[in-house]
C-alpha cells in the first residue's frame, strides 16, 4: 500500500487519543478588523494532555513506541517545552515512563509552574539541566547529555525509546517522522471540513518551530493536489535553515508513502521576520497580537508560538500579502500552559496599555 491508501489505512488505524475533528471556525471579529476572511483550527482544543500539536503527533508516535516494546520513553526540551508535557502525559496512559531532561535558557522564564507542573502531575521524572553561567547549551552538548541520560536508564535495564523534538526530523528511536504524518492526516482532516463549509481555503499559516506540522501539511495539499499554500511563520531559526528541515522531513514522508510529490522550493514557504529578539523572547507586537485576539474573539494565543504566528499574519495582511479575497486557515497550535510562566514579562507589556 502506498499514497492516499497508505494515508486512508493510517488514519483508521492510528490511536484515537481525542474527538476528531478539531474545530473549524471563522474569525468574525478579527476577519472584519482586518478585511480578509480567516478561519481559525482550534488544535488548542485537543481534550487531552493539554492539547496542541503535539498531542496530535502523539497519536501516531505512541504506535511506534509501543511496536518497539518499549517501558520508558526519554526525550528533552526547553522548561516550558510542550512537547515533553505532550509525552508525558500520553505515555502515562500507556503506562510507560516519560524521562525528561528540560533544559534552562538564558533569558526565559525558569519557573516551574505552566507546562512543568502538569508534567510533575502526569508523574514525569525530570532532570533540570543548566548552562555554565547561565549560558545557552550548544547542539553537540544536548547529545551528550541525552546519550548519558540513554545509557543510565539501560543501565538501569529500562527499554527506552529516545524520541526526537516534536516527533519532526527522524532520528534516535525514531525512523519516520511520525509528526509529519500526523499533519499530513489534519490536512485531510482539515479539507473535509472545508467541504462541508463550501470553502477552499487559499493559505494555511501556523507557527514553524521544529518542521513536522508544516512539513505534514505541505505533503497534504501535494497529495490531494489542492491549491491551499501553506506558510509557516519561523519562532526561531532563519528561513534557510527551516527550509532545510522542512524539506528533509518531507523526503523522509515521500519515502514513507512511497510518492514522489515533486515539491518545488517555492512550495516550502517560511517567513523569518517575526523571530523578533529569539526563541521565547516577548515583545510589544506580540503582547498586542494576543490582546487582539483575546479581546474580538476570547481565544488566547501562547507566548511563543501562535502568538508569534499571530504577529506575523496581521502584519503580512497589512502589508497586502494576500490578495483580495483569498480565505485564510489559522492554525491554533496549543502552547498554552506556558502563558501563565510568562506573567512578569507579558505584564511589562500589558501595563502600558491599561
Ligand atoms: C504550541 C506549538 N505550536 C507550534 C509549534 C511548532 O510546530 P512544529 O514543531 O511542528 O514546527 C510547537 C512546537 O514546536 C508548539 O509547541
Not at 128 to 138: D, R, T, Y
Not at 201 to 217: F, K, N, R
Amino acid at each position: 500500500m502506498k499514497g492516499l491508501d497508505l494515508v486512508e489505512d493510517l488514519r483508521k488505524r492510528k490511536e484515537t487519543l481525542f474527538t476528531h475533528p478539531t474545530p473549524l471556525e471563522r474569525m468574525k471579529n478579527i476577519s472584519s478588523l482586518t478585511g480578509v476572511e480567516i478561519f481559525i483550527k482550534r488544535e488548542d482544543l485537543i481534550g487531552c494532555g493539554f492539547g496542541g500539536n503535539k498531542i496530535r503527533k502523539m497519536e501516531y508516535l505512541i504506535e511506534d513506541i509501543k511496536n518497539k516494546g518499549a517501558d520508558t520513553v526519554l526525550t528533552w526540551g526547553g522548561i516550558q517545552s510542550n512537547w515533553c508535557r505532550a509525552m508525558s502525559s500520553i505515555c502515562r496512559i500507556f503506562g510507560i515512563e516519560p524521562y525528561l531532561i528540560l533544559f534552562k535558557r538564558k533569558n526565559l522564564p525558569d519557573d516551574l509552574g505552566g507546562n512543568v507542573l502538569l508534567e510533575n502531575f502526569s508523574g514525569a521524572k525530570i532532570s533540570i539541566v543548566e548552562g555554565e553561567g547561565k549560558k545557552l547549551i550548544k547542539l553537540d552538548d544536548i547529545w551528550e547529555i541525552v546519550s548519558e541520560n540513554l545509557q543510565n536508564l539501560e543501565k538501569m535495564g529500562r527499554k527506552t525509546y529516545l524520541a526526537p523534538i516534536g516527533a519532526s526530523i527522524p532520528e534516535g528511536s525514531m525512523e519516520v517522522s511520525w509528526g509529519g504524518i500526523a499533519y499530513l492526516d489534519c490536512f485531510y482532516e482539515l479539507m473535509e471540513q472545508c467541504d462541508t463549509l463550501g470553502i477552499e481555503p487559499d493559505w494555511i499559516v501556523h507557527a514553524t518551530g521544529s518542521g513536522s506540522t508544516q512539513a505534514g501539511l505541505i505533503a497534504g495539499s501535494k497529495l490531494m493536489g489542492v491549491k491551499t499554500k501553506i506558510l509557516g511563520i519561523s519562532v526561531s531559526e532563519t528561513k534557510v535553515k527551516f527550509e532545510e528541515i522542512v524539506r528533509f522531513i518531507l523526503e523522509n514522508i515521500q519515502n514513507y508513502i512511497q510518492v514522489n510529490l515533486e515539491i518545488k522550493d517555492e512550495e516550502i514557504k517560511i517567513v523569518d521576520d517575526y523571530i523578533g529578539d529569539g526563541y521565547g523572547i516577548v515583545s510589544r507586537e506580540l503582547v498586542n497580537s494576543i490582546k487582539i485576539v483575546a479581546e474580538k474573539e476570547g481565544i488566547f494565543l501562547d507566548p511563543v508560538y501562535t502568538g508569534k504566528a499571530m504577529v506575523g499574519l496581521l502584519d503580512l495582511i497589512n502589508k497586502g500579502f494576500f490578495k483580495k479575497n483569498e480565505k485564510i486557515i489559522f492554525m491554533h497550535t496549543g502552547g498554552l500552559p506556558a502563558l501563565f510562566s510568562y506573567k512578569e514579562k507579558l505584564e511589562e507589556f500589558l501595563k502600558e496599555q491599561r
